[in-house]
Nanobody, 118 residues
């Protein structure tokens, strides 16, 4: 059974920092591309950051220079370090695991709430 369990969300003031974690089980973690997505109320889910199995990263323009995605294959965990948080970052953040080689697989976590407010 595949599980992606996010943690680390919460309430933070503008300018603050949070680190999200996503622990994966039931998959051969090291061969999966991992990503963080977010969905704000009334909006579509959007990509925040991705990291390939080889460690290549990609970021949404809105978070470049503020967020950093990383992975620890020994711990089957992907992280999202979020600095200089803004109210516009408020959303539910979802972890994604994607196997890009056949057979393709795509898994999602349950989400963790991040609220940026004074």
């Amino acid at each position: 059974q595949v599980q992606l369990v996010e943690s680390g969300g919460g309430l933070v003031q503008p300018g603050g920092s949070l680190r999200l974690s996503c622990a994966a089980s039931g998959i051969f973690f090291s061969i999966y591309a991992m990503g963080w997505y977010r969905q704000a109320p009334g909006k579509q889910r959007e990509l925040v950051a991705t990291i390939t199995s080889g460690g290549n990263t990609n970021y949404a323009d809105s978070v470049k220079g503020r967020f950093t995605i990383s992975r620890d294959d020994a711990k089957n965990t992907v992280y999202l370090q979020m600095n200089d948080l803004k109210p516009g970052d408020t959303a539910v953040y979802y972890c994604n695991a994607k196997k890009v080689s056949p057979p393709h697989r795509d898994y999602w976590g349950q989400g963790t709430q991040v609220t940026v407010s004074s």
